[in-house]
């Protein structure tokens, strides 16, 4: 089991100086940069997915299928590559993730993809662009005093604005050039912002020491572990879960044109991402539980809304940007916390809730795609996960006891 955070904090010049002199932030920006671009690559599939799906004849649950094998992917590749930037540190780590990622990119736009098994494989690749993302958030978080480190998380993680990109342009760029050729365009962004990275980032002077990769298993044999597994697997599981298959919904179930469905998801995806660093101030001023019980049961409300069925596009992008909009603030309300309750152990949990929330964004997206398959509606996946929604509030209060509240943090930091 791990001890609880003290309640106090030490006194030390650091505590006074201001956020964007306490740290590095060309590392910062460089990590945000990773960050968008890489999610922006990992979720490509998604928008992509009504022009894939109808040049290659899939089922509505191999398109789910299809669109679920890079969060699945990426979900077991985190931990993979929490080990290797142990080893070779976060910015070599980094460097080796953006670089695979370009190269799988660039051999599918030159050799082309023709079949259902190359577009999973392609997913797989790109599920290391997922798994680079514990990467982007140790280098930004390693390079700041730990009074900041929640800050710099919430920053960095800001970068999950790459899926209103992708969203965005993916399906009229498919529409105007063919979606094979979206993976070379898309490598545009991704070389820029792997130059920057190269000349920018840097790891910390004072590195955490290697750690045995039995401790990103040891974490399990704590019960706050797995709970904030299991909430990170609800709020980013469900943001990028959606995030990747609201072109499909829109486009199936309002009959919209894949492009107008990609703005749509755009819509809903950006106001969840906008919003993310709301969703630290609020566990700051309100405590972690409070604030994350209060989204975690409004995502719930909008889940379920959503499994009614939506038969006008204003419902729609009123039921799914409410529930993204919760489901981002309550990503940043996470990673507010996790610092104070896991400071000995940073690493091993950013990398471990950051695979489960892949996961939870895995199962949601193959959920969604069977369950249209099998009754021609989303009503039981989405109603699945309205349920996972109301346990995590359930689970809050069960551990409030053993958390550390952010506004306690916060004043005993000021102490």
Known sequence: MFKPAQRSAPRGPSSRIPFWRAGHSPTLIAAFLYFNFTFMAWVLLGPLAVQIAADLHLSAGQQGLMIATPLAAGALLRVVMGMLADRILPRAAGAFGQAV???????????GVTSYGEVLALGVVLGLAGASFAVALRLAANIYPPEHKGMALGFAGAGNFGTVLAALFAPSLADAFGWQNVFGLALLPLVAAFAFYLVAARDSSEPAPRKPAA????????HDALW???????????FVGLATFLTVYFSTQLHLSAVTAGYCAAVCCGVGS???????????????VRALSGLFLAAAIFFGLSAVGLHSLPAALLTFGGAMLALGMANGAIFQVVPQRFRAELEEMTAMIGGAGALGGCVLVAA????????????????????CALIAVIGLWIVKSRWRSPVRAGSAARA
Do not use: C, D
């Open 228 to 238: 904030f597994m299991f909430f990170y697997a609800v709020s980013f599981g469900g």
């Open 101 to 111: 990622v370009i190269v799988a990119l660039f051999a599918a736009w030159v050799v």
């Open 274 to 288: 906008l919003f993310r660093p709301l969703g630290v101030r609020l566990a700051e001023n309100f405590g972690g």
């Open 368 to 387: 969604l795609g069977y369950a249209q398959q099998a009754n021609g509606n989303y009503q039981a996946g989405l109603l699945m996960f309205t349920g």
């Open 215 to 222: 401790n990103y298993l040891r974490v399990l044999r704590s």
